[in-house]
């Protein structure tokens, strides 16, 4: 089953652009996740945050949480080539499962 | 973190036949998860794989078409039973610790 849906689906913008992308969610969590994905490859962790947290950073990544709304957003800043790839954010539903939202296609042109 | 090593890669089937996928862990886990995700889409929850005791099926997802193992702490085995071409997908083992999740590198499935 699919926790949520995130928007957008595909997003392209030049370099140096910022891209956001937001994802919303069903059930109350302890923390949601942002996860990056290239083509036809693994999974890399980027960012935690917990549901008691409302913003977070890690170097160009900003992530907040809305839990009266049940979203977060990824904000990338100056976006590079090297980020393109599907974003995807996840949930753990308050269990130990982790449960994915739908993905953002990320293309970033040089 | 954990270190996953999940095998085969890769593989082609012919339809009616079943594919078991390994996952081995470099260190002992008590939580470990299957994934399915299909062409151009998200990640889906197949199963938790319970050490000991049979796994936690996601709606949508039964035992006879998805037999998984978990005889330890660090190893298990998902099956794709009775393949066709909409079991082609990549699937993906992925384990929880106090690190959080670790995903293996996935095995991508194509069905002929």
């Excluded at chain 1, 140096?16 to 302890?30: L, V």
């Excluded at chain 1, 950073?57 to 590079?80: C, E, M, N, P, Q």
């Excluded at chain 2, 886990?29 to 000991?52: D, K």
């Excluded at chain 2, 936690?56 to 997802?61: K, M, R, W």
């Amino acid at each position: 089953s699919q926790q949520g849906e995130e928007d957008p689906q595909a997003l392209s913008i030049q370099e140096g652009e910022n891209a956001t992308m937001n994802c919303s969610y069903k059930t109350s969590i302890n923390n949601l996740q942002w996860y990056r994905q290239n083509s036809g490859r693994g999974l890399v962790h980027l960012i935690l945050i917990r549901s008691n947290e409302r913003e977070k950073h890690s170097g160009r990544l900003r992530v907040t949480l809305d839990t009266s709304k049940k979203s977060s957003s990824l904000l990338i800043t100056a976006s590079r080539a090297a980020d393109t790839a599907s974003y995807f954010c996840a949930t753990d539903e308050n269990t130990d499962k982790l449960i994915f939202g739908t993905g953002t296609r990320l293309q970033v042109f040089p | 973190s954990a270190v996953i090593s999940q095998k085969p890669s890769r593989d082609i089937c012919q339809r009616g036949t079943s594919l078991t996928i390994q996952c081995q862990v470099d260190s002992q886990v008590t939580m470990m998860f299957w994934y399915r995700q299909q062409p151009g889409q998200s990640l889906t929850l197949i199963a938790t794989a319970n050490q000991g005791s049979e796994a936690t099926y996601e709606s949508g997802f039964v035992i006879d078409k998805f037999p998984i193992s978990r005889p330890n702490l660090t190893f298990s085995t998902l099956t794709v039973s009775n393949m066709s071409p909409e079991d082609s997908s990549i699937y993906l083992c992925s384990v929880q610790g106090h690190w959080g999740y670790t995903f293996g590198s996935g095995t991508r499935l194509t069905v002929v």
